[in-house]
């Protein structure tokens, strides 16, 4: 009854730009953090012989971490395909974008969330860096009504 119709299809990394200027991480100290978030939708289109809907969409993650001179930067994107049955429940456009931008950025940042704390955890000797959670329902719904085209900073 709640099986969702949004199928994700698959990811890939689009972008991976690391810069790292500590030799020792410690979770623990107080570092200066910015994390900026962007998406894009890269398409959406009927396959009409499937009766069916596909959209691609792509995030991308700027998480730097800061401290005296020293800094560690991930900048990262990316791109996954999902699709929905367009019969099943009656869904249009609209309704798939809704899907796109909410569920999709979820799985999307999800997977970005533990790429980036598995790849920190071996580029430093001690520690990792861990995205925090983040309200995509909020962001999705705050960068529809500042961006028509729905490219979107946070």
């Not at 790292?20 to 570092?31: G, I, L, P, R, S």
């Not at 950025?105 to 920190?120: A, D, H, K, V």
């Not at 990792?128 to 959670?133: A, N």
Request: charged share 20%; with cysteine; glycine share 4%.
């Amino acid at each position: 009854e709640f099986v969702s119709n949004f199928i994700f299809l698959g990811s890939s990394i689009t972008k991976c730009n690391i810069s790292n200027d500590f030799t020792f991480y410690d979770e623990k100290e107080n570092y200066q953090k910015n994390l900026s978030v962007s998406h894009h939708i890269d398409s959406i289109e009927f396959l009409e012989d499937k009766e069916a809907i596909l959209g691609i969409i792509t995030l991308n993650i700027k998480n730097t971490f800061s401290k005296d001179d020293q800094n560690v930067s991930f900048d990262v994107s990316m791109q996954g395909g999902f699709a929905m049955d367009e019969q099943k429940d009656n869904t249009n456009l609209d309704t798939f974008r809704e899907y796109l931008t909410v569920n999709g950025l979820t799985t999307l940042y999800s997977l970005l969330r533990g790429f980036i704390s598995s790849t920190s955890s071996q580029i430093f000797q001690t520690g990792k860096i861990l995205l925090p959670m983040f309200n995509i329902a909020q962001y999705s719904k705050e960068s529809s009504e500042n961006s028509p085209n729905n490219n979107s900073n946070a």
